[in-house]
């Protein structure tokens, strides 16, 4: 298997534009994870989902963020519009069954917002 | 969910063991005790998952006393490749409720 895979690897765009982040888990995994990171605030849990539901999305900043899981095999994170305080690296994770397995990174997306 | 408590910090050298301790004093009796591994410019990366007692995997020992408010990764022999920053994270999974990251711990090793 391939891993997580997320696309694109690296973003630079403008304030006002709208950003996509793509994900593809690992077949079979049933939970699909989306995370931010930057230097003040850690790793931060955005949403995951259970078998392509959103559980709990309490971890979305702002209306400028959503989320969705149209398969079993890809997600994406919009921003729109995007801000630059929105810059950081944003990684998703999948894990096969349970909230306790192992979760399995993907590269991340390294997002810059000029 | 049981917060975590971690030092912001380590320094070691080549060669040297390092322990690296955490605190949950108010995990709750279904919590696992996990840890993850993340090198710079890459996702986490799992390294060992414990309940109670001791836990040894080919990169890891986790020491999780009785009364598990506390636990100990145990990094055996670390060379420069292992730093990275380690994160404790404690939950069960229930409740819909995801193990939280937060800050970590930055082990730095020299040689």
């Known amino acids: 298997d391939a891993g997580v895979i997320q696309s694109p690897r690296h973003e630079v765009t403008e304030m006002g534009q709208e950003v996509t982040l793509r994900c593809k888990p690992i077949?079979?995994?049933?939970?699909l994870f989306w995370y931010r990171q930057t230097m003040m605030r850690g790793l931060e849990l955005l949403i995951y989902?259970?078998?392509?539901?959103?559980?709990?999305d309490s971890g979305m900043p702002e209306d400028r963020f959503s989320a969705k899981m149209p398969n079993a095999s890809f997600s994406t994170l919009k921003i729109q519009p995007s801000e630059p305080r929105d810059s950081a690296v944003y990684f998703c994770?999948?894990?096969?069954?349970?909230?306790?397995?192992?979760?399995?990174f993907g590269p991340g997306t390294r997002l810059t917002v000029l | 969910l049981a917060k975590t408590t971690q030092p912001i910090s380590m320094d070691s050298y080549e060669g040297q063991e390092v322990n690296i301790t955490c605190s949950h004093n108010n995990i709750a009796t279904n919590d696992y005790i996990t840890w993850y591994q993340q090198f710079p410019s890459q996702g986490p990366r799992f390294i060992i998952q414990?309940?109670?007692t001791k836990v040894t995997n080919e990169v890891a020992s986790l020491f999780i006393p009785a009364d598990r408010k506390s636990s100990t990764l145990s990094l055996p022999r670390v060379s420069l490749s292992d730093t990275a920053v380690y994160y404790c994270?404690?939950?069960?999974?229930?409740?819909?409720?995801?193990?939280?990251f937060g800050k970590g711990t930055t082990l730095s090793v020299s040689s």
């Open positions: 989902f259970n078998n392509n539901v959103p559980i709990d």
């Open positions: 994270l404690v939950g069960d999974g229930q409740a819909g409720t995801a193990l939280i």
């Open positions: 077949s079979g995994h049933d939970y």
């Open positions: 414990g309940y109670k």
């Open positions: 994770a999948s894990s096969p069954t349970v909230l306790t397995d192992t979760q399995y």
